[in-house]
């Protein structure tokens, strides 16, 4: 199981990115579809998640700003990141959690993360 995430770049406060996250090699399904981060100095944390057929969770700090999206076909996430602040910047790790068979439980994949950088 891979994930490949793109999308990071350097944008200005107040700008827009929209990072995507696919989900390639044997899967069976895959359960919760998110995003974490980890900023310069700081300890990794939950940025959002969304569940297979379910509503997704957001941290404080991004409600109103960030969307999470997940196309099943495709096994992909996305994170649609509007009204960018400098604190959002960091690098930004893909991160589900998926079965390789209907006999395997769920485990965590992750992603190689994709370094976002929000400038004044």
């Known amino acids: 199981v891979q994930l490949q995430a793109s999308g990071g770049g350097l944008v200005q406060a107040g700008g827009s990115l929209r990072l995507s996250c696919e989900v390639s090699g044997s899967i069976f399904r895959v359960n919760v579809m998110g995003w974490h981060r980890q900023a310069p100095g700081k300890e990794r944390e939950l940025v959002a998640v969304i569940p297979s057929g379910g509503s997704p969770n957001y941290a404080d700090s991004v409600k109103g700003r960030f969307t999470i999206s997940r196309d099943n076909a495709k096994n992909t996430v996305y994170l649609q990141m509007n009204s960018l602040k400098l604190e959002d910047t960091a690098v930004y790790y893909c991160?589900?959690?998926?079965?390789?068979?209907?006999?395997?439980?769920?485990?965590?994949?992750w992603g190689q993360g994709t370094l976002v950088t929000v400038s004044s």
């Open positions: 991160n589900v959690l998926a079965q390789e068979t209907f006999y395997s439980g769920p485990r965590n994949y």
